[in-house]
């Protein structure tokens, strides 16, 4: 798949927004990107769409407190950004709102063709990470693990952190795809899977 055109769409804030936001898009596939604050989701939505600003990075973990819609190739697929779950300093009242904005969206989108987990390249998957694995198997949402930041280790320690991840996530390591929003590796890879994902026929 070649990135033509993508542009930001909304962000909402609230859960009961997206029923509204989908449905005006008129109910287009979703691919959505989850993982923990600062794992680099908005770095990847950039790498992805090839568009250096499209979301918005951050130093500070836990700055997206929103879920905001991308659409990519004219309408093609949106690509959706959650909230990053496990920040620490966050209030607690902050982290019911985030949760509910995170699994009212994974329960409730129709379109979601497949849910993408970030994951830092260079550490074990956090016990957060491994229960959000879990979430996603038991509500039988179909999701790929996507190795982030590769460009911090070398080519011998990210194989060995790759096995790593797929042994901490009951994965095999085939399962999981090494990506640098720095470097770009892994994008062609990552493109392809999405486009094999989004042309399945579902009828
Ligand atoms: N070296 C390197 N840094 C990255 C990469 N992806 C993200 N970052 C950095 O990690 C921090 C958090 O990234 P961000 O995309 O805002 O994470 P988010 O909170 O998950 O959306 C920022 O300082 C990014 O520049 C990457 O592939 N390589
Ligand atoms: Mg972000």
Redesign the pocket.
Known sequence: MIVKQARFVTSLSKIEQYPGAAAQLGGLPEIC?V?????????????LTGRRAL?????T????RLINLFSINDDAFLLV?LP?YGYAKAPRADKSEWDRLIGGYLENSRSLRRVLL?VDCRHEPSALDVSMAQYLYFYRLPFTVIA?????LSKAQLGRSVQALANGLKLGRDDILP?????G?GREKVLAHLAEILTRDYA
């Open positions: 990107v993982g923990r604050s600062n794992v680099g989701k908005s770095s990847f939505i950039n790498f979301a918005k990075t951050s130093q973990p836990g700055r997206t950004d990053g970030l982030t930041k590769t460009d911090k990506t640098s929003a720095k470097d590796q």
